[in-house]
Nanobody
Framework: QVQLVESGGGLVQAGGSLRLSCAPSGSIFTPNTMAWYRQAPGKQRELVATITSGGSTNYSDSVKGRFTISRENAKNTVYLQMNSLKPVDAAVYYC????????????WGQGTQVTVSS
């Protein structure tokens, strides 16, 4: 069973930056969509950003202009560059990769904690 391995979370001061990474533990067929979600305590999981196999991106309004999602297709790895972090960005961040059609799958990472101090 393939697992998604996340890294890059941690504690940062408000205004700082972090870069999250998410890579599969084994070989997978190229995902169609790669995404980052986050979940703060007591809140529902929310979509932060997505990127398609063609490189099209989409962001939630709350992170637009501050976060950048990217992917490295050769490694099936997805990144989230987070700049100008705010205390409200603190959450557990999860990556999600989805492939539809042949050899379909829907994998989730284990989550990585992001803490932003004011």
């Amino acid at each position: 069973q393939v697992q998604l391995v996340e890294s890059g979370g941690g504690l940062v001061q408000a205004g700082g930056s972090l870069r999250l990474s998410c890579a599969p533990s084994g070989s997978i067929f190229t995902p169609n969509t790669m995404a980052w979600y986050r979940q703060a305590p007591g809140k529902q999981r929310e979509l932060v950003a997505t990127i398609t196999s063609g490189g099209s991106t989409n962001y939630s309004d709350s992170v637009k202009g501050r976060f950048t999602i990217s992917r490295e297709n050769a490694k099936n790895t997805v990144y989230l560059q987070m700049n100008s972090l705010k205390p409200v960005d603190a959450a557990v961040y999860y990556c999600n990769v989805v492939r539809t059609g042949s050899f379909a799958y829907d994998y989730w990472g284990q989550g990585t904690q992001v803490t932003v101090s004011s």
